[in-house]
């Protein structure tokens, strides 16, 4: 995904989204779209717009 995605489509599936190649960094699971990364954070003041680096379907 290399940092770029600003939403996400998951069609339902339950989806774990890391923040750094190879499945590192800091991670969500969600089986949730959303329009807009900026409104998923881990902490005040950072987000998970164009953040993402790889993922997982399961």
């Known amino acids: 995904m290399d940092d770029q995605a600003t939403s996400l489509k998951n069609y339902g599936y339950n989806v774990r989204f890391f923040q750094y190649d190879d499945y590192l960094g ?3 699971t ?3 779209d959303y329009n807009d990364l900026r ?3 881990m902490y ?3 987000n998970w ?3 993402i680096s790889s993922y997982r379907r399961w």
Request: glycine share 6%.
């Open 26 to 28: 800091l991670h969500f």
């Open 39 to 41: 409104a998923v954070s």
């Open 30 to 32: 969600s089986s949730s």
């Open 44 to 46: 005040p003041g950072w």
């Open 49 to 51: 717009d164009d953040d």
